[in-house]
């Protein structure tokens, strides 16, 4: 008995394409298959405008959205990376364990570098409570001027390499009187921050301490080297911060693209700085640790320089807090 083939011929899987509306009997009606019909040009300009639409949907807010779920990231980062280090789960040994071995001129650096850093974060209050009680100062660092605010960062910039080429001695000479400048200067370009009220300013200092002890005790906890090698990556972090910020004082946040630079300025940098600080936290005991003895000539151990970092370190993590802690508070 012969074998019926199938009437039912075998379909390739095709899509039919042709003009949509009314059928014109005399077009050319194109045949793809599926893999094709995935690249044709239909396929394309849907892709696009699902785009484009979804970008439309993008708003200011999404921005700083984004900026909040960066800095909870880091932050739960940071405290996975503290009870690791405070546990003592890594095999290196760390600046805690390590500093029971140090002469006494290391423990000596450590403790006059931290003595700076104290020093400048009472100057600079000082300066900012001084500004405040004087009308013509407040005009001057709260005029929102773009040409004062240039001369400012200028002023700022000036002083700290000034400072930073002094060599040190130990007493108060130059290079003291210099950083003393520096820090006042700070402490009044800050002084307009009290527009945003006691309280805030009250809660960003205690937030700025919380994490500020948080990073040195995970600096002291981790090995010794293991911030170090983030130098790279920093200093390619706080030019993106640098560009940012100069973007963000020519472009409104009320545009999607002026909102997502103020928002990597403000949260970005407060993830860059927190990072710089457990940089500059190592370098310090690192540096202390290398350098020779005073009395033995070669490099003289700076501790100004040193604290210059860290101070600086505090006082954006601090400003990023103030503006973050009164924004929330507006709403």
């Known amino acids: 008995m012969p074998v019926l083939k199938s009437a039912v011929p075998l379909v390739k899987s095709t899509i039919t394409v042709g003009s949509p509306g009314i059928l014109n009997f005399g077009s050319v009606i194109q045949c793809q298959t599926v893999r094709k019909f995935a690249t044709s040009r239909i396929v394309r300009a849907d892709r696009i405008s699902h785009v484009a639409r979804r970008s439309k949907q993008a708003t200011p807010e999404t921005a700083f959205t984004m900026g909040k779920a960066a800095v909870a990231g880091a932050g739960a980062a940071g405290l996975g990376t503290l009870c690791y280090y405070g546990l003592g789960l890594s095999n290196a040994p760390g600046v805690i364990e390590k500093q029971y071995m140090w002469p006494q001129y290391v423990v000596d650096r450590i403790k006059t570098t931290y003595m700076y850093v104290g020093g400048s974060v009472v100057i600079a209050v000082a300066a900012a409570a001084a500004t405040l009680r004087s009308p013509a100062m407040m005009n001057i660092f709260a005029s929102g001027n773009l040409v004062a605010n240039l001369l400012l960062f200028g002023a700022l910039t000036g002083s ?28 009044a370009m800050l002084a307009p921050l009290s527009f945003y009220g006691g309280p805030v300013l009250i809660r960003a200092a205690w937030y700025t301490a919380g994490i500020v002890g948080g990073l040195s005790t995970i600096a002291i906890c981790a090995p010794s080297e293991q911030f170090l090698r983030m130098a790279g990556p920093l200093a390619i972090g706080s030019g993106l911060v640098l560009a940012s910020g100069l973007g963000a ?17 403000m949260y970005g940098g407060l993830i860059l700085f927190s990072g710089m600080l457990l940089f500059n936290t190592q370098k310090i005991t690192k540096v202390a640790e290398t350098l020779p003895p005073d009395y033995r ?27 973050m802690t009164g924004s929330s508070k507006n709403k």
């Open 160 to 187: 700290s390499i000034l400072v930073r080429s002094l060599p040190y001695e130990p007493g108060f000479g130059p290079k003291q009187i210099c950083w003393a400048g520096f820090a006042s200067l700070v402490g």
């Open 249 to 265: 004082m020519f472009l409104p946040p009320t545009t999607l693209f002026g909102a997502s630079l103020h928002s990597f300025f």
């Open 297 to 323: 000539g070669g490099p003289v151990y700076d501790p100004i320089n040193l604290s210059m970092s860290v101070f600086m370190d505090i006082v954006n993590i601090f400003l990023r807090l103030v503006v």
